[in-house]
């Protein structure tokens, strides 16, 4: 699959947190060059990719969003594809949740997602091809007692892929989502914080799962191995909640 990257140049949002970072260190491992985005990034963290570049950014900042997609291709020549992998969490139960609470994960995720694959679709649109994934959650079908907050943003991610892959696939530019479960980071352990899911059976498969799990998915829909794959949602879950 090596052949897929190299030469090419790839957009990774939230590129500090666990997944954003396990994908961008796999597509540099395969020959990509990699701008690595998020508003706490630094180059020491990647001191160890040579083709990894640190790119601050906040993406609720849709003119800097936007001033980054064109520096990426100003910098490197070209956008071959975004992976989106913000996300912030706000748990608790229903009724106490406030309209700060909502809005504080909608502009995070949500339009924390849109804002980059707005800026970088023009790009992909002009070459004629490339690839857009963005990472949602299991939660969107299947939402937590304690997590409806996100689970209500990773549903309408869902849906927003569906539609841009089919409203661009005929411009040569494919848009997927990955749907992870429970993958080990931070941000499990603060929702099993807040549940009683941690004295559950987590997946049919034994979990959770590694934030490499979910980079080689979207690794894959990023390639040309994905060439026909648009507008679809892959599940990197285990096999969903187990059931005793």
């Given at each position: 699959m090596s052949q897929d990257f190299a030469g090419k140049v790839y957009w990774v949002t939230g590129a500090t947190g666990a997944l954003g970072r396990a994908t961008a260190l796999a597509l540099a491992e395969l020959g990509a060059t990699v701008v690595a985005s998020s508003r706490s990034v630094t180059a020491a963290q990647f001191a160890?990719?040579?083709?990894?570049?640190?790119?601050?950014?906040?993406?609720?900042?849709?003119?800097?969003?936007?001033?980054?997609?064109?520096?990426?291709?100003?910098?490197?020549?070209?956008?071959?594809?975004?992976?989106?992998?913000t996300n912030v969490g706000a748990f608790g139960e229903f009724l106490e949740l406030t309209d700060e609470d909502w809005q504080r994960v909608i502009d995070a995720k949500l339009l924390g997602s849109v804002r980059p694959v707005r800026a970088a679709l023009p790009h992909l649109i002009a070459a004629g091809k490339g690839a857009v994934v963005v990472i949602s959650g299991r939660g969107g079908i299947d939402p937590s007692p304690q997590h409806f907050i996100g689970s209500s943003v990773n549903?309408?991610?869902?849906?927003?892929?569906?539609?841009?892959?089919r409203r661009y696939g005929p411009h040569g530019v494919r848009v997927?989502?990955?749907?992870?479960?429970?993958?080990?980071?931070?941000?499990?352990?603060?929702?099993?914080?807040?549940?009683?899911e941690k004295s559950e059976p987590l997946t049919p498969l034994a979990g959770p799962g590694k934030p490499t799990d979910v980079a080689n998915a979207v690794v894959y829909l990023l390639?040309?191995?994905?060439?026909?794959?648009n507008a679809s949602r892959l599940y990197v879950d285990g096999g969903g909640k187990r059931y005793a």
């Open positions: 160890d990719w040579p083709k990894v570049f640190a790119l601050p950014l906040d993406v609720g900042d849709s003119h800097a969003v936007d001033q980054a997609a064109a520096a990426i291709v100003a910098e490197h020549g070209r956008i071959d594809g975004l992976v989106t992998s549903a309408a991610l869902d849906l927003l892929v569906q539609g841009l892959g997927n989502a990955v749907a992870p479960g429970p993958i080990e980071s931070p941000r499990l352990a603060e929702l099993q914080g807040a549940s009683l390639s040309d191995a994905a060439a026909f794959v």
